[in-house]
Nanobody, 117 residues
Framework: QLHLVESGGGLVQPGGSLRLSCAAS????????IAWFRQAPGKEREAVSC????????YYADSVKGRFAISRDNAKRTMYLQMNSLKPEDTAVYYC??????????WGQGTQVTVSS
């Protein structure tokens, strides 16, 4: 099975930046999409960015558009979420996700991002 491990979270001041990493291990799969989600306390998990292999396009939630960027390094089997101009409302646990063509989801354990003065 595929294993995903997030890292790079932490405490940052408003306006600051963080880069989250998601390292993959295990067997190689064909994917429908790769994505980053986040979940704040008491709230539903929401998608913040997704790269779709079906159309080759990257999608961003309106709340993060222009501030966040998803990328990947296939050689390192790692995906990234660059987070700039962070706001307190970005505070959440961030999860990486890979969805197979058959719609099976793989998740990391999450990494905490706290944006506070």
């Amino acid at each position: 099975q595929l294993h995903l491990v997030e890292s790079g979270g932490g405490l940052v001041q408003p306006g600051g930046s963080l880069r989250l990493s998601c390292a993959a291990s295990g067997f190689t799969l064909n994917y429908y999409a790769i994505a980053w989600f986040r979940q704040a306390p008491g709230k539903e998990r929401e998608a913040v960015s997704c790269f779709s292999t079906s159309d080759g396009m990257t999608y961003y939630a309106d709340s993060v558009k222009g501030r966040f960027a998803i990328s990947r390094d296939n050689a390192k089997r790692t995906m990234y979420l660059q987070m700039n101009s962070l706001k307190p409302e970005d505070t959440a646990v961030y999860y990486c996700n890979k969805r197979t063509i058959s719609r099976v989801d793989y998740w990391g354990q999450g990494t905490q991002v706290t944006v506070s003065s």
